[in-house]
């Protein structure tokens, strides 16, 4: 009940915030939302699965153009493009994930990531049914009860996919699932002798979480009511990844802190480095996987206990 | 017959390429088990700096004779793969971090390798003047530009040096020894740490000769590292990670599917463009070993 209250309260805040925003910041702030859905997703399949995939913004991508295209362009009910690019989706990742599983080290990340650009490749030579690479633009939601979901009202659809995602992922986590994760992504070959079944479980989070970042994709796909090819590329994964490996690998909070700082800051530094921006953050990646392996998370940590120490002294830490 | 002996001259040179950007994954890989994403940025650089040290662009007033540019590249480029190794690889490879620190360190250099790169010679493609000029060359039914001869000459140089180095030379040994167990070469006394060093050097010399390769037929732009990068480590897988031999072979296979697919295929052009993707996924699953096997006797 209490737990309840929880989400329904972080559901009217998060969205009460759009609201009083103008619409420039508005767009700002439903993207950054759906790039934390993103985060938290790619989190639980890279910092505690342990896979490399570099296919989780593909399916970001996967997701919007499959809702776009069996509602607007095949003419389907909404409810069935959803339920439809939700399969199609899980299907896809299943086909990525079954036969790659066999393979070790980083093979992963060279399929997922020859995944990436083959839909890049598909996506521009789809004709009228992605629109190449101009995109699909044009289409709109229906009204909600005569309300037109589109600026602040739309909002609550994001943060309802952000929060859906964050309570599965956590309810992953904190179950057998989630430790059986760690145990594959830091020994498989104790995991498996444990009883683990090491395949099935990089399947499922494979699975699970691509699905999770296409859900979100179908959301970003209405913010603008546009969809093209760049929005997808492979730039963002690494972003993506960036953001976790800033803000804590493997933690939850580290990856929403990661997403929200990476994501606000370049509108902060941009203004004073201009073009250098992205030079900046490619060394500040490298400067924190040298120095602080935890992440930003991971100096909070090391204050909290540093504090409880001194709180009780006497005590052996 | 003369359109096939065409075809293949151009199709071997970009296979070539594919080939030597497989070597210099190979050098890091083989030892250090670190796959180094920035290899293709690193080409770019090459590129970018072949076109500043060479032609009439960026730095006018350089103009440097072909083969002085090509040195100063290799030494150039080398000189970062180098200072990598030194900066961000070996720290965490000596601190015991996992194996994916490392690369995903050096995902964070190929953003920055990319931004100098995109900085320095901006977004529009330069082309570097060919060293051999544009005339047309004919041996037999095989005709092409003097570059794609000049390309597939180099190559040969280059994997007949690697070759060279890693059977008949006590450092190629070490790096073998380093392969099969990093544990037991430190202990028999291997220098760990000038292994690394010269593994990420060689590979940057190996970007800095696709750098000028690519420079004096395509040009330098600042978007051609990531397609190399992707391009070389199909090349590898596809010829096996293990042998030298595995990644001119597996560039050649490549670059010969890309063109007489792009040739003979009947799909659209636009679509051309995933059958190299289409062939590593594949050879991933079904073989990803690659057709050559690393060779576990006779060290």
């Not at chain 1, 004709?127 to 979901?149: A, W």
């Not at chain 2, 250090?32 to 080409?43: H, Q, S």
């Not at chain 2, 792009?262 to 050879?283: C, H, K, T």
Request: hydrophobic letters at 55%; aromatic letters at 10%; glycine letters at 12%.
């Amino acid at each position: 009940m209490r737990n309840a209250v929880c989400w329904g309260g972080a559901l009217v805040c998060l969205s009460a915030i759009g609201f009083a925003m103008s619409s420039y910041h508005l767009e700002l702030y439903q993207k950054l939302l759906l790039v934390a859905t993103l985060a938290v997703g790619f989190n639980f399949l890279f910092g505690i699965s342990g896979q490399i995939a570099f296919s989780h913004i593909a399916f970001y991508g996967i997701g919007a153009y499959a809702v776009v295209i069996l509602t607007f362009k095949l003419g389907l009910p909404l409810a069935v493009g959803i339920v439809g690019g939700i399969a199609v989706s899980a299907l896809l990742a299943a086909m990525v994930a079954i036969p790659t599983t066999r393979l070790e080290g980083f093979y992963l990340a060279l399929v997922t990531l020859a995944f990436a650009q083959l839909l890049l490749v598909a996506l521009g030579a789809g004709g009228e049914l992605t629109g190449e690479d101009e995109g699909i633009s044009g289409y709109g939601l229906p009204d909600f009860f005569d309300i037109p979901l589109t600026g602040a009202a739309y909002t609550p659809v994001i943060v309802f996919v952000l929060l859906m995602t964050l309570a599965v992922i956590l309810r992953l986590d904190n179950s057998y699932f989630g430790r059986a994760c760690r145990a594959v992504r830091d020994n498989p070959t104790a995991a498996s002798a444990m009883g683990i079944d090491v395949a099935r479980t990089k399947v499922i989070v494979f699975v699970l979480t691509s699905t999770l970042a296409a859900i979100a994709g179908m959301a970003y796909a209405f913010v603008n009511n546009f969809i093209s090819p760049p929005i997808f590329e492979l730039d963002r994964i690494f972003e993506l990844l960036f953001m976790i490996i800033i803000g804590g690998t493997g933690r939850h909070a580290g990856a929403i802190l990661g997403a929200v700082l990476l994501y606000s800051i370049q509108f902060l530094v941009e203004p004073l480095v201009g073009k250098f921006h992205p030079l900046i953050y490619g060394f500040v990646v490298v400067l924190v996987i040298l120095f602080l392996p935890k992440g930003l998370i991971g100096v909070w940590d090391d204050i909290v206990a540093r504090r409880r120490r001194a709180a009780a002294p006497g005590k052996p830490s | 017959m003369a359109e096939i002996g065409e075809l293949l001259v151009s199709a071997v040179a970009s296979g070539c390429i594919y080939g030597l950007m497989a070597l210099s994954y190979l050098l890091i890989i083989r030892p250090t088990g670190v796959i180094n994403f920035a290899l293709g940025e690193w080409a770019m650089l090459g590129a970018f700096a072949a076109v500043a040290l060479g032609s009439d662009l960026l730095v006018p007033a350089l103009q440097l004779p072909h083969f002085v540019s090509l040195v100063l590249v290799i030494v150039v480029i080398a000189a970062i793969g180098a200072l990598t190794e030194i900066l961000t690889v070996r720290p965490l490879i000596e601190k015991g971090a996992p194996l994916l620190s490392p690369v995903l360190a050096l995902l964070g250099v190929l953003v920055i390798s990319l931004q100098v790169g995109t900085l320095a010679g901006g977004t529009e493609a330069l082309p570097a003047p060919p060293p051999f000029g544009f005339r047309r060359v004919e041996l037999g039914v095989f005709a092409g530009t003097p570059q794609a001869f000049y390309v597939i000459a180099t190559a040969i140089v280059v994997f007949g040096a690697a070759w060279l180095f890693f059977e008949r030379t006590i450092w190629g040994k070490r790096f073998e020894a380093v392969a099969i167990n990093r544990r037991a070469a430190a202990l028999m006394g291997i220098n760990l740490r000038a292994v690394g060093l010269l593994a990420f050097g060689g590979a940057g010399a190996v970007c800095g000769i696709v750098g000028v390769l690519t420079s004096g037929g395509s040009g330098a732009f600042y978007q051609m590292g990531l397609p190399l990068a992707i391009q070389g480590f199909t090349a590898l897988v596809i010829g096996g990670v293990g042998r030298v031999e595995g990644a001119i072979l597996g560039g050649l296979i490549l670059g010969l599917v890309e063109a007489f697919a792009a040739r003979y295929l009947p799909i659209p052009s636009s679509l051309v463009l995933g059958v190299p993707l289409v062939l590593l996924i594949l050879f991933l699953l079904v073989r990803p070993t690659g057709l050559l096997r690393a060779r576990e006797d006779g060290i």
